[in-house]
């Protein structure tokens, strides 16, 4: 696509999606499951689950490489 003599090229976010969208939904089914509002039974099972961290920092990487699509509609804008 090109506007005012600048060529964008849409690769880098649609790999990005892809990539961020498999990472959270492949980590998700490792984490821990049960009743969210049942807060002292659901904690006890995070303090169970060994990984925990791995888990939610996984899931956080994954939905941080969703982020150059925002940044490229903010830059083409």
Request: charged share 10%; no cysteine.
């Amino acid at each position: 696509m090109t506007t005012t003599g600048k060529t964008y090229s849409l690769r880098l976010p649609a790999t990005a999606v892809l990539i961020g969208q498999t990472l959270y939904i492949a980590v998700t089914q490792l984490h821990a499951g049960g009743d969210a509002n049942d807060h002292h039974h659901i904690f006890e099972t995070y303090a169970e689950n060994e990984i925990w961290s791995a888990v939610h920092l996984a899931q956080f990487v994954g939905m941080a490489a969703l982020r150059p699509i925002a940044v490229g509609h903010l830059v083409r804008a």
